[in-house]
């Protein structure tokens, strides 16, 4: 079945760490996305990518990275620069420059220790 | 002001009664509109979408598109406890090639 995985699913990390969040699809979507969301919170725009070896930053990219060196796959690493990273991470994939939805995975969730 | 704008309630609906949700947006530019259920600890998941004035159903569910008062609404028929969840609008500006606005959703609770 075609879908966007995500992992791992919890994540912890502890102070001054880099940790970096996977997300693949199999959709052959060009376009990738990571959102953060908070508790009672709607979804903010971290990072996007239209395309292989290109991204630009969303709303919220600060204290994130992120590289799209395969169609398939958009890691996103949370840097020690983020001091408040406790929040669950949805990666989303679409068809680029379209009307068409996005559709997500099933989220990884961080915390810090 | 924000961009996409939901009541978040949480929006009480009797089992098998009409829910409806409403959400605004300020970009007159926008042209294409999702709805997104989340259940508590888990990923959204795409209901519908419309791009067009006016209605479009889907099982229970109806879409209803009002873009001279920039509104959106999604109307949940026969209500059911599996309904209760967080619905999510989201807007898609014409000047964003696929970049989503998202609101910050509005919670529904089925109650038998």
């Known amino acids: 079945d075609g879908g966007i995985t995500q992992s791992p699913k919890y994540l912890f990390r502890k102070e001054g760490q880099n940790v970096t969040l996977s997300c693949e699809q199999n959709l052959n979507h060009d376009a990738m996305y990571w959102y953060r969301q908070d508790p009672g919170q709607g979804l903010r725009l971290i990072y996007y990518?239209?395309?292989?070896?290109?991204?630009q930053k969303g709303d919220i990219a600060e204290g994130y990275s992120v590289s799209r060196e395969k169609k398939e796959s958009f890691p996103l690493t949370v840097t020690s620069a983020q001091k408040n990273p406790t929040a669950f991470y949805l990666c989303?994939?679409?068809?680029?420059?379209?009307?068409?939805?996005?559709?997500f995975g099933d989220g990884t969730r961080l915390s810090i220790l | 002001q924000k961009e996409v704008e939901q009541n978040s309630g949480p929006l009480s609906v009797p089992e098998g009664a009409i829910a409806s949700l409403n959400c605004t947006y300020s970009d007159r530019g926008s042209q294409s509109f999702f709805w997104y259920r989340q259940y508590s600890g888990k990923s959204p998941e795409l209901i519908m979408f419309i791009y067009s004035n006016g209605d479009k159903e889907d099982g229970r569910f109806t879409a209803q598109l009002n873009k001279a008062s920039q509104y959106v609404s999604l109307l949940i028929r026969d209500s059911q406890p599996s309904d209760s969840a967080t619905y999510l609008c989201a807007v898609k500006r014409a000047d964003s090639w696929g970049k989503l606005q998202f609101g910050a959703g509005t919670q529904v609770v089925v109650t038998p």
């Open positions: 990518s239209q395309i292989v070896n290109d991204f």
């Open positions: 989303a994939s679409s068809i680029a420059n379209s009307n068409q939805p996005q559709h």
